[in-house]
Structure formats: structure tokens, C-alpha cells
């Protein structure tokens, strides 16, 4: 029969074959089978220690896979609801490729032209901010657009 520690790492081992978690994201799932905080830490802590866990990996691969569709802004703030420190976060966010690229590549497949009209430069831009594009990136990519 195995002991609970060894039931918990069986389990985190589980959800470790489907995709990456944050150290957070996989505490928050394995709390509710573990006896104790401690035991949970530990277990984390030694999952760390094998590279079967760990949050660099995590945040670089979830800005690259979302890096396609949202902007720094919004990945930023995914990759903080899931635990990641902003450290982490700074040195992933590049490997999303280049901000003003993805929002030109976005809004050419999503609008196309130009805005003909106030109000639809207006819809562009709020689409664009909320996919999480910088006003920087916007401006850029809708003024090349005017030209």
C-alpha cells in the first residue's frame, strides 16, 4: 500500500504528463488530497528538485503558446494569476516574439484595412487592447496601416 506522500506524487506526477503547471497552479489542485501543507511542500519541493516541475519552464512555454493570440500586457497577467513571479514573467515575455509583429499579424487577420471611419478605428483599437497589445503596438501597427 502506498503512503499518502507517495499517493500525492502519483497524482502530480498525473497532471505533469498532461501539460506544465505553476508550482502554484499544481498546489492549488493536489491541496484538497494532501494531510498536511508540509507534506504538499515537500513533495513539490522534490518534484522541483527532479525538473519534473518547474515555473521557468512553465511561464516560457505559456508565452509562447498564448503569445500568438495576446499581447505582453494580457500575458502578464495570465502568467501572474497562475503564481509566477514577475521575474520569471520579465524573462519569459520575450520568448513570445515581438510585441508589434504579433498585434500587426493579429489585426491583419481580424480587420485587414484601414479604419474608414472614426468609430471603426475605434473598434480596432479596443480589440487590439483587449487581446492585451500595448498603446504603443497599436498605434504603430493602425498608423502603418493609414499609410
Known sequence: ????????????????????????????????????AEQLDAVLDRLVAER??????????????????????????????RGISDETIADALPEAGDETERCRLIWQKKFGRPPESPEMRAKQVRFLQYRGFSGDAIRRVISGADE
Do not use: I
Not at 8 to 26: K, N, P
Not at 55 to 77: C, E, H, T
Open 52 to 81: 519534473l516541475l518547474s515555473d521557468d519552464r512553465y511561464a516560457v512555454q505559456r508565452a509562447s503558446a498564448r503569445g500568438q493570440r495576446y499581447g505582453n500586457a494580457r500575458l502578464r497577467q495570465e502568467l501572474r494569476q
Open 1 to 36: 500500500m502506498l503512503d499518502s506522500a507517495a499517493v500525492l506524487r502519483v497524482a502530480a506526477l498525473r497532471l505533469l504528463t498532461r501539460r506544465d503547471h505553476s508550482r502554484a497552479e499544481l498546489k492549488a489542485k493536489l491541496a484538497p488530497q494532501a494531510e498536511s
